[in-house]
């Protein structure tokens, strides 16, 4: 069974940080383009992040550009965001999804092809 596992979530206050992780179990990552994806209440799920099979070239969404960090360790079989300087509209379910692709297809959830479980991110005071 192919799986991807979201991990790190949980409540912090704004200005703080915090990193998800997510790891693939049961296929190997290196080959996939991984992206990060966050719902909120009421709202679409938007694209945040992605990055490609290697990890040499990364895309941040315009609203979390700047305070985000998108890395992979292909020898964990893990991709990792770092979550800095966060805010209240931060607060989401994050995903992290695997695209059949090396590098970033754009967000079109269409074109990723396994989901985690997602992982609860809650900024406040």
């Known amino acids: 069974q192919l799986q991807l596992v979201e991990s790190g979530g949980g409540l912090v206050q704004p200005g703080g940080s915090l990193r998800l992780s997510c790891a693939g179990s049961?296929?190997?990552?290196?080959?996939?383009?991984i992206g990060w994806f966050r719902q909120a209440p009421g709202k679409e799920r938007e694209g945040v992040s992605c990055?490609?099979?290697?990890?040499?070239?990364?895309n941040y969404a315009d609203s979390v550009k700047g305070r985000f960090t998108i890395s992979r360790d292909n020898a964990k079989n893990t991709v990792y965001l770092q979550m800095n300087s966060l805010k209240p509209e931060d607060t989401a379910v994050y995903y992290c999804?695997?695209?059949?692709?090396?590098?970033?297809?754009?967000?079109?959830?269409?074109?990723?092809?396994?989901w985690g479980q997602g992982t609860q991110v809650t900024v406040s005071s």
């Open positions: 990055i490609s099979n290697s990890g040499d070239s990364t």
């Open positions: 049961g296929f190997t990552l290196n080959y996939f383009a």
């Open positions: 999804a695997a695209a059949v692709y090396y590098y970033c297809p754009g967000y079109d959830r269409n074109q990723y092809n396994h």
